[in-house]
C-alpha cells in the first residue's frame, strides 16, 4: 500500500492504528483528520502487476463562531469581524448583512485566511446583525454577531436656500441631518427665537432611515417676516448650523429686540432683526 504525500506515492507506513488485516484489505482505526488523502493498492505476480487507487475524506463537525459577538464602531471609524471555523472540510464561508448578502466594493473587503470581514469607514447603513455561513457537502452552520453605531455627531443631509419674494404666499424652511444620538433642531431668526405668532408653526420628525427632518412653515409670510433663519442640529457630542436669508419685498422693518447679557473677555455678536427688502443701509447707535 502506497500514500500521496505531499503528491509523491510513499509506501504506507504500518501501526498500531494503521494495518493490513489480509491480502488486500487495510484497516485505518479512529481516523484522522489528517488519514485524508489518495491511497494506491499495489499488487504483482510473476505475470504481472496492477494498481488501484482510492481517495479517502475523513470529516468533522462543523463549528463556527463569529468574533467579536458585539461591537459599537464610531463613524468613519473600521469594523472587523472574524469567523472562527473547526471542522473539515470546509468548502464555503459566506457572509451576510440582515439577511442578504455582502458584496465586496471600496469599504468591504472579505478575507479567507482566516475568514475575515472587514468595513472601512463605517457609515449609517452599516449596523445590524451579521452572519458567516460556513459549508461542506454535508452541512452547514452559521454564527452571528451585531454591529452597533457609535457616537457620531450631526450632520446636515439638506438644508433651505436664500429666496426672495413677495409678500402674501406660504413659506416652508427645511432642514435634515443625521447623527447619533438623534439630533434635536432649534431654529432661530437673526439669531433670536422664531416669533411666537400663529403664522409660525415649527414641526420635526424621524423617518425609518433616522434622518431627522425638521421645518419652519410661514403662512401669508409679511415682510417684517424676512431675516436670515437659522436650523441648529444638535447631539450630544456636537451641533450643526445652516443659515439662510428670506427676503420679502416691502417697507424697512426693525423687530422688537430682548435683552441681550455678554460675558466680559468673550466676543458678542448681535444682528440687528431688520425685514423689509431691499435695505440700503443699517445704522447702530449706543
Known amino acids: 500500500?502506497?500514500?500521496?504525500?505531499?503528491?509523491?506515492?510513499?509506501?504506507?507506513?504500518?501501526?498500531?492504528?494503521i494495518s493490513i488485516v489480509s491480502a488486500g484489505l487495510l484497516k485505518i482505526s479512529k481516523a484522522r483528520l489528517d488519514d485524508?488523502?489518495?491511497?494506491?493498492?499495489?499488487?504483482?505476480?510473476?505475470?504481472g502487476e496492477e494498481t488501484i487507487q482510492v481517495s479517502l475524506t475523513v470529516t468533522a463537525p462543523l463549528t463556527a463562531h463569529?468574533?467579536?459577538?458585539?461591537?459599537?464602531v464610531d463613524v468613519d471609524k473600521d469594523a472587523q469581524f472574524q469567523c472562527i471555523v473547526t471542522g473539515h472540510p470546509v468548502h464555503d464561508v459566506n457572509w451576510l448583512h440582515d439577511g442578504k448578502?455582502?458584496?465586496?466594493?471600496?469599504?468591504?473587503?472579505i478575507l479567507s485566511d482566516p475568514p475575515r470581514l472587514i468595513i472601512k469607514k463605517v457609515q449609517k447603513d452599516d449596523p445590524g446583525m451579521y452572519q458567516c455561513f460556513v459549508s461542506n457537502e454535508w452541512e452547514q452552520i452559521q454564527s452571528t454577531a451585531e454591529l452597533q453605531?457609535?457616537?457620531?455627531?450631526?450632520?446636515?443631509?439638506?438644508?433651505?436656500?436664500?429666496?426672495t419674494l413677495q409678500p402674501g404666499p406660504t413659506v416652508s424652511l427645511k432642514c435634515v441631518a443625521t447623527g447619533n444620538p438623534l439630533p434635536q433642531f432649534t431654529w432661530t431668526l437673526d439669531g433670536f427665537p422664531i416669533p411666537d405668532h400663529s403664522r409660525f408653526l415649527v414641526g420635526q420628525y424621524v423617518t425609518i432611515h433616522d434622518d431627522v427632518i425638521s421645518h419652519v412653515n410661514i403662512t401669508n409670510v409679511k415682510e417684517e417676516d424676512g431675516g436670515e433663519y437659522t436650523c441648529t442640529a444638535q447631539n450630544a457630542i456636537g451641533k450643526v448650523s445652516h443659515s439662510a436669508k428670506v427676503n420679502i419685498y416691502g417697507l424697512p422693518h426693525i423687530r422688537e429686540m430682548p435683552k441681550i447679557t455678554g460675558i466680559s473677555g468673550h466676543d458678542l455678536i448681535v444682528k440687528c432683526p431688520v425685514a423689509g427688502y431691499p435695505i440700503d443701509r443699517i445704522h447702530w447707535e449706543r
Do not use: H
Open 1 to 17: 500500500w502506497f500514500k500521496e504525500e505531499n503528491e509523491q506515492l510513499l509506501p504506507l507506513q504500518l501501526s498500531d492504528r
Open 101 to 109: 448578502p455582502i458584496l465586496r466594493d471600496n469599504r468591504v473587503e
Open 149 to 163: 453605531l457609535g457616537d457620531a455627531s450631526p450632520e446636515l443631509l439638506y438644508w433651505f436656500s436664500e429666496q
Open 36 to 47: 485524508t488523502g489518495k491511497y494506491l493498492c499495489w499488487v504483482n505476480n510473476t505475470a
Open 66 to 72: 463569529l468574533q467579536p459577538q458585539v461591537q459599537t
